[in-house]
């Protein structure tokens, strides 16, 4: 289950960044995934909403806003910017699933739509982002 040790690790992560910014607990959470991530969106949802902070009285009442960042790519040839479905992908769903698992291997299979260049970098949508934290402490009473 990849999208459980995702939301693990995003949990994880917010008591961390809470506890550095003094809050007793969190009340939203607002988590950004990276398109080429390619997780099941509703299975993460439902770890985070649900399995995990039953864990931790700081974020069981949290809100989750979980948002997809779609990809932007950047051809290092030329400086077009692109969007996956934009790209030039050489072995059809072959290349999708290779992406899905390797992000990098994206180099391999895609090519700028405008030159033909498989040199680009991922400018967007890699990953995923803790946006926000809001949450409070017991001093703001």
């Not at 994880?12 to 607002?30: H, Q, T």
């Not at 899905?100 to 400018?123: K, V």
């Amino acid at each position: 289950m990849h999208e459980l040790a995702l939301a693990d690790a995003v949990i994880k992560a917010a008591l961390r960044a809470a506890d550095e910014a003094g809050m007793d607990r969190i009340d939203k959470l607002v988590v950004k995934v990276g398109e080429l991530q390619q997780i099941e969106k509703d299975l993460f949802e439902f770890s985070l909403t649900s399995v995990l902070p039953t864990q931790d009285e700081r974020i069981a009442d949290a809100e989750f806003e979980v948002t997809e960042e779609r990809v932007r790519f950047g051809c290092k040839a030329c400086g077009h910017e692109y969007a996956k479905d934009e790209a030039a992908l050489d072995g059809g769903g072959d290349a999708d699933e290779a992406i899905h698992f390797i992000p990098e291997l994206s180099h391999a299979f895609a090519r700028c739509p405008s030159c033909g260049s498989p040199d680009f970098e991922i400018l967007a949508g890699r990953g995923i982002t803790l946006e926000r934290i809001e949450g409070s402490s017991a001093d703001d009473g």
